[in-house]
């Protein structure tokens, strides 16, 4: 079945450092993968993707991720981090064979990044 | 821009209610969806349409129908609401392709009481 894990219900980091948001995800074929970030009180909005070709991808706001296939894993990552950046971030899964063209996003629980100045 | 525009920001219905939440893209696109965000459960897919008059339960149907009388509107419809239907409701829309992103609306917090 499909799923996607982010094993961080929180994640705190001081400005101007490094962060990182984990996600894990399990699925039968080959995956697009995706981040959405949603700060309070609105919807979700879109930060990058996955789909295919170099691991690493480079998104909306300074974000970055890395696919890497052998661990499953598709996390995201900032090499500074702002205060601006404090919000509840979500991991997305597609599996394509399952998904068949309708569109469907298999979600995380959410992390929330707290970054403090 | 993509937009999608849910009806409401907030509402409060009543017990027994029938309940109507709207949502609305511009951008042409075929599949649309409706989700429900809970603390610590993230989104979870309620119904989803492919396309006009078509529709597909997702994972937690029970409660809820839904209508797509045409392409650009989908509306979740709460048959009799019931204090555990209290969450945020996401309304989404995205092209038929799966390497797609899907688009949200800015949510509609529904308090039942």
């Known amino acids: 079945a499909q799923s996607v894990a982010q094993p961080e219900d929180q994640v705190n980091v001081a400005e101007g450092n490094p962060l990182t948001v984990k996600c894990t995800y399990s699925?039968?074929?080959?995956?697009?993968l995706f981040w959405y970030v949603q700060y309070p009180n609105r919807g979700l909005q879109f930060l990058l993707k996955y789909i295919t070709g170099d691991n690493l991808v480079k998104g909306s706001y300074g974000f970055e991720a890395e696919f890497n296939k052998s661990q499953t894993s598709f996390h995201l990552k900032k090499p500074s981090a702002l205060v601006s950046d404090s919000a509840l971030y979500f991991c997305a899964v597609r599996d394509p064979i399952i998904s068949s063209n309708t569109g469907k996003l298999i979600f995380g629980q959410g992390t929330t990044l707290q970054v403090k100045p | 821009d993509v937009k999608v525009t849910q009806s409401s920001r907030y509402l409060v219905k009543r017990t027994g209610e029938k309940v109507f939440l709207e949502c609305v893209q511009d951008?042409?696109?075929?599949?649309m969806f409706w989700y429900r965000q809970d603390p610590g459960l993230g989104l979870r897919l309620i119904y989803f349409s492919y396309d006009v008059k078509m529709k597909e339960k997702g994972d937690i149907p029970e409660g809820y129908s839904v209508s797509r009388e045409k392409k650009e509107r989908f509306s979740l419809i709460l048959e009799s609401a019931s204090t555990n239907q209290t969450s945020m409701y996401l309304c989404a829309s995205s092209l038929t392709r799966d390497s797609a992103e899907a688009f949200f609306g800015q949510g509609t917090r529904l308090t039942v009481v």
């Open positions: 699925v039968s074929g080959n995956p697009y």
């Open positions: 951008m042409d696109h075929e599949n």
